[in-house]
């Protein structure tokens, strides 16, 4: 970007400054930028993007100011910075846990990081440009001053091909990720990126989207909103702080709680007037809409620009979607297309239009700007029509730039094979795979796909459906149910197709983990896996039942699916208490029709020997239906008709309100699990009371999470009651003394909820001491409302950190505040509507949350005071029948107050 003194000035392809460009900018106000010549330009550049509301938009700079009354700093968390990963938690779909950075580059190179750690495996596939950084700059041949060691962990995806993604996957082992910019060209569909996910989760490989630039442009949960695919991680940056320098990197708690081991951290990665910008961003786009206008904006520029190029007989590609079009010529007239767009740059820049090939719409430009960059581009296609005419630029383009294109081009044409930034190639080791595995590759990818066992037809399989929702099929000369049905059951189920109903479109609406989780009770019922673990049952064990399609895929499943898309409680009786539950999450296709099992929890046993406050008492466990130990039987029949149905899980969680260790053939459950689904991620929670057991880790467990409540027997004691603290403390020893000799990773995580009674900061700062001599992977403290919550430690930077210590994180197990606000926020609106029953029973479900989390504390946490308050507002306008509902929980809590 540098103009040198004297000579050609050497062109970084994609921005000559002070050639095409105004090297300097003195003022930038919305779409425009005055250079200092005082000569105004529109900017199509928007700040590479990240200007999406423009430059100075009133409300983020309004945000900002108020930030900087109160000061600003980083280090110490701040209720912005909370506020902003609530904003990322109800936008994007895959966001459940957030970290923050200040770059692209550095939440990309953290989700690589957190992939090769979380597989243990080193390779990664690319596909677009992730930043500078050496992880994936060895991918870029021409890039100096990266250790060679690296070049051969990377390599170039192929580009929107699941097949030759297939026989990667098979041929190269080793992966840990791929990792994927959905605006790099040719951009893919949705059909490509769900048969993306599907391929990846069979070979244990996560996907990360990098929305560095699709983020919060193409719909405000990103890509992943857009075409309805969630991926495993993903990375934000530019839009999302309207050019202040912030990033995002996300996905959910199981992945995420390994970021700490990674080290991933910067100084200013809590900085708090980029996060103020970044709140009000956010909600500027998510409540007005403005992807939207970038869509409409972007295709009115993109009909203009076409009908240009059209008039003038040119061959131009308006490449990429509305809102990041890229501009792209072929080459014509023995010119090349460099030359080509270069030369209409320069037009532009000519009349003051500031653009690159890839043309950034933010919100600021207006029909003004649009109008007047379609009439001068008009003029800018003449005279490249006559370049390509006359074969020449001569006397067109400015001598200095043709000499920087020409150079430019020398310097393609002399390149070894491209890497380029745009569109990597695979680097030597994995293209020497591919080709030489090619002759066994058809095999190979009728296994994975097709595969021994036939996948049946749905019952109520509709063809024409399925053929209208994949454009791709259309394509490619599926047009009978015959063509139709053979996809389906070849490709389509196993790349997590559906084909029986239209799909929903994406939209606002309640969610809780149910709709892509189940959980398998110790004598074989489904229940609802709600906060609790107790109350719903889904449906008893039953032989006849197929349990992917009547089940997982088919009644059981999709009316709580249903409800939640609704806006319904599926059980209102224990929804409305249920701190799953959530309300105004993006729905997207992929939560109501992937095939993909999220989590499956299992219950190995219901025989806890513990007398804990918070759980289920001892006489009332006798009465539970029986056998209290989950049998195998019971487990390999459920597994196998959702292996048969094309169901992928992708995690068991072993819990629920037993002890898994007591469980006689734990050992078995694991085995089993694992070898019906080898690639899944296995889980035990654990009260660790027990010896620790090799063989049982060695069956397949990837993490024991162990729940030990203090450090020593006095603090421990008071909540597991019955519990035996120096056992707990040898279990967690050994296993992470046996975890070395392992032939796959043991993750030991210590569980501490912190209560009243084991909360001092000496506590857990000898909890972490303790941890670290152990040898235990991390630490993780629940800050709980339930049983006897403590007063001292409230919010998660109360928690004090050793140093050096272990990797430390911190859960919260109460009702989400920004949940319960949002209820009200929808409830007032409800009566603003004239809808008071809705507005009735949002305000009891927050009632009853608080109620039954705060009651017995004799008072609401400071993180709900004002939420109460807001409750006591409201139900005073609901009418009388309305209240009724709410009211002895709000007695009750007023009382207490
Ligand atoms: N990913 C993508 C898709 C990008 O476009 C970019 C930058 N253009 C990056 C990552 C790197 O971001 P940064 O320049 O903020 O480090």
């Known amino acids: 970007m540098t103009a040198t003194a004297g000579g050609a000035t050497p062109i970084v392809d994609w921005c000559p400054s002070g050639l095409v460009h105004p090297a300097i900018a003195?003022?930038?106000?919305?779409?425009?930028?005055?250079?200092?010549?005082?000569?105004?330009?529109?900017?199509?550049?928007?700040?590479?993007?990240?200007?999406?509301?423009?430059?100075?938009?009133?409300?983020?700079?309004?945000?900002?100011?108020?930030?900087?009354?109160?000061?600003?700093?980083?280090?110490?968390?701040?209720p912005v910075w909370t506020e902003v990963v609530r904003l990322l938690q109800k936008t994007v779909p895959c966001a459940e846990q957030v970290a923050f950075g200040k770059n692209g580059s550095d939440v990309t190179t953290g989700a690589v990081r957190l992939a090769r750690a979380f597989t243990g495996r080193e390779r990664v596939l690319i596909r677009g440009y992730h930043g500078f950084q050496d992880w994936y700059m060895a991918s870029d041949p021409g890039c100096l001053g990266i250790p060679g060691g690296l070049r051969e962990t990377v390599a170039g995806l192929p580009v929107n091909d699941i097949g030759a993604l297939g026989e990667m996957l098979e041929l190269a082992d080793n992966i840990a990720a791929v990792i994927v910019d959905p605006a790099a060209l040719p951009i893919p569909d949705s059909a490509y990126l769900l048969g993306l996910v599907a391929l990846c989760r069979e070979h244990g490989v996560l996907v990360i989207f990098d929305e560095v630039v699709t983020g919060f442009r193409l719909a405000p949960g990103g890509a992943q909103e857009h075409y309805g695919v969630k991926p495993d991680l993903a990375c934000f940056a530019k839009a999302m702080a309207n050019g202040f320098p912030l990033s995002a990197l996300v996905g959910p708690e199981y992945l995420m709680a390994t970021l700490p081991a990674t080290r991933f951290g910067m100084t200013f990665a809590s900085e708090v007037v980029s996060l103020a910008a970044a709140q009000a961003t956010i909600s500027e786009i998510c409540e007005n809409d403005v992807c939207s206008a970038l869509w409409a904006k972007g295709e009115f520029l993109r009909q203009g620009l076409r009908r240009g190029a059209e008039r003038c007989g040119l061959n131009i590609e308006l490449a990429g979607e509305p809102p990041r079009t890229q501009v792209i010529f072929s080459d014509q007239g023995g010119l090349s297309e460099r030359l080509l767009r270069w030369l209409f740059l320069q037009e532009l820049g000519r009349q003051q239009i500031l653009a690159t090939g890839i043309l950034l719409i933010s919100l600021a430009h207006d029909d003004d700007d649009l109008e007047r960059v379609i009439a001068v581009s008009e003029r800018a296609?003449?005279?490249?029509?006559?370049?390509?005419?006359?074969?020449?630029?001569?006397?067109?383009?400015?001598?200095?730039?043709?000499?920087?294109?020409?150079?430019?081009?020398?310097?393609?044409?002399?390149?070894?094979?491209?890497?380029?930034?745009?569109?990597?190639?695979?680097?030597?080791?994995?293209?020497?795979?591919?080709?030489?595995?090619?002759?066994?590759?058809?095999?190979?990818?009728?296994?994975?796909?097709?595969?021994?066992?036939?996948?049946?037809?749905?019952?109520?399989?509709?063809?024409?459906?399925?053929?209208?929702?994949?454009?791709?099929?259309?394509?490619?000369?599926?047009?009978?149910?015959?063509?139709?049905?053979?996809?389906?059951?070849?490709?389509?189920?196993?790349?997590?197709?559906?084909?029986?109903?239209?799909?929903?479109?994406?939209?606002?609406?309640?969610?809780?983990?149910?709709?892509?989780?189940?959980?398998?009770?110790?004598?074989?019922?489904?229940?609802?896996?709600?906060?609790?673990?107790?109350?719903?049952?889904?449906?008893?064990?039953?032989?006849?039942?197929?349990?992917?399609?009547?089940?997982?895929?088919?009644?059981?499943?999709?009316?709580?699916?249903?409800?939640?898309?609704?806006?319904?409680?599926?059980?209102?009786?224990?929804?409305?208490?249920?701190?799953?539950l959530e309300t105004e999450v993006m729905h997207t296709s992929y939560n109501r029709d992937c095939k993909v099992m999220e989590t499956f929890h299992l219950e190995p046993s219901f025989r806890c020997m513990l007398d804990c406050p918070g759980c289920i008492k001892r006489e009332v466990r006798r009465l539970a239906p029986r056998p209290h130990s989950l049998q195998p039987e019971v487990l390999e029949k459920i597994l196998r008709d959702l292996d048969n149905g094309g169901v992928t899980v992708r995690r068991f969680n072993l819990q629920g309100h037993g002890e898994p260790l007591l469980n006689p053939d734990l050992a078995g459950l694991v085995g089993l699990a694992k070898s019906f689904y080898p690639n899944a991620y296995l889980a035990i929670n654990t009260n660790a009371n027990r010896p620790f057991d090799e063989e049982m880790v060695r069956a397949g467990v990837d993490e024991l999470v162990c729940s030990v409540d203090g450090v020593d027997q006095a603090s421990y004691e008071k909540y597991r009651v019955g519990g035996d603290f120096a056992a707990t403390y040898r279990f967690m020893s050994d296993a992470a003394a046996a975890a070395p000799g392992l032939p796959l990773p043991l993750r030991i995580v210590w569980r501490y909820t912190v209560f009243e009674h084991n909360d001092k900061p000496e506590q857990l700062l000898e909890a972490q001491r303790l941890a670290r001599e152990a040898g235990i992977g991390q630490m993780l403290f629940v800050l709980s409302s339930n049983g006897p919550m403590s007063n001292r430690m409230v919010r998660a930077e109360q928690i004090p950190v050793l140093d050096p210590g272990v990797p430390v994180a911190i859960h919260a197990h109460s009702p989400s505040p920004g949940d319960l606000e949002r209820r009200l926020k929808l409830a007032e609106e409800a009566l603003e509507g004239g809808n008071e029953s809705t507005a009735g029973s949002l305000v009891a479900s927050v009632a009853r949350n608080l109620s039954r989390f705060y009651l017995e504390k004799g008072r609401v946490s400071v993180n709900f005071e004002s939420v109460l308050a807001d409750v006591t507002r409201l139900a005073e306008r609901l009418p009388e029948q309305e209240i009724a509902a709410v009211h002895t929980e709000l007695e009750l809590l007023n009382a207490q107050q």
Request: glycine share 8%; hydrophobic share 35%.
């Open 26 to 78: 003195v003022r930038r106000s919305r779409a425009h930028i005055t250079d200092e010549r005082g000569q105004e330009w529109i900017a199509l550049l928007s700040g590479w993007g990240s200007n999406i509301l423009g430059y100075d938009h009133p409300r983020v700079l309004d945000a900002v100011r108020t930030q900087l009354g109160k000061g600003i700093g980083t280090g110490i968390q701040t």
């Open 381 to 580: 296609f003449e005279v490249v029509a006559e370049a390509v005419e006359r074969g020449s630029a001569e006397n067109l383009m400015a001598a200095e730039l043709l000499a920087s294109v020409r150079a430019a081009d020398d310097r393609t044409a002399c390149a070894p094979p491209p890497a380029s930034a745009e569109s990597p190639q695979p680097t030597s080791t994995l293209g020497h795979l591919i080709r030489r595995g090619s002759a066994g590759v058809r095999r190979r990818l009728r296994l994975l796909f097709g595969g021994p066992k036939p996948i049946r037809l749905p019952d109520d399989f509709d063809w024409r459906a399925y053929l209208r929702r994949y454009p791709d099929l259309q394509e490619t000369g599926h047009d009978t149910e015959a063509k139709a049905a053979l996809h389906f059951q070849e490709y389509g189920a196993r790349e997590g197709r559906w084909a029986t109903r239209e799909s929903y479109p994406p939209r606002r609406a309640m969610s809780c983990p149910a709709v892509h989780s189940l959980f398998l009770r110790a004598w074989g019922d489904l229940a609802c896996w709600d906060d609790a673990g107790v109350d719903g049952k889904l449906q008893p064990f039953d032989q006849s039942t197929d349990y992917a399609r009547d089940v997982f895929l088919g009644p059981v499943s999709d009316r709580i699916r249903q409800d939640l898309y609704a806006n319904r409680m599926p059980f209102p009786e224990y929804c409305s208490r249920c701190i799953c």
